[in-house]
């Protein structure tokens, strides 16, 4: 079993920036595919970002060029910088691990464990 709990969301202003930690415990994680997912009220859970164990990464197009995943192996952590921050990135966002397949890392259903989830708000 993988615990992961994420932290590092608050408020900030538009065009601040924040940065999540995801810490994974359990066992390592060095080889699985981390992503972080935010879900904001009413709305459906969706991708933003994902790390695979060879260091491959992949954003949303509403984050390209604003996020930045990262992993440190030696610490089993997964961390998204977010600049720029925009009042649509209010959300809740949640880290997750599995292994996907090519092609499906933004497909939420292929991640088997999950975090509690930190709350961004991003307002003036």
């Known amino acids: 079993q993988v615990q992961l709990v994420e932290s590092g969301g608050g408020l900030v202003q538009p065009g601040g920036s924040l940065r999540l930690s995801c810490a994974a415990s359990?066992?390592?994680?060095?080889?699985?595919?981390m992503g972080w997912f935010r879900q904001a009220p009413g709305k459906e859970r969706e991708f933003v970002a994902a790390?695979?164990?060879?260091?491959?990464?992949y954003y949303a197009d509403s984050v390209k060029g604003r996020f930045t995943i990262s992993r440190d192996n030696a610490k089993n952590t997964v961390y998204l910088q977010m600049n720029s921050l925009e009042p649509e990135d209010t959300a809740d966002y949640y880290c997750?691990?599995?292994?996907?397949?090519?092609?499906?890392?933004?497909?939420?259903?292929?991640?088997?464990?999950w975090g509690q989830g930190t709350q961004v708000t991003v307002s003036s």
């Open positions: 790390i695979r164990g060879s260091g491959g990464t």
């Open positions: 997750a691990a599995g292994q996907p397949p090519s092609g499906f890392v933004r497909f939420k259903s292929h991640y088997n464990y």
């Open positions: 359990g066992r390592t994680v060095s080889s699985a595919t």
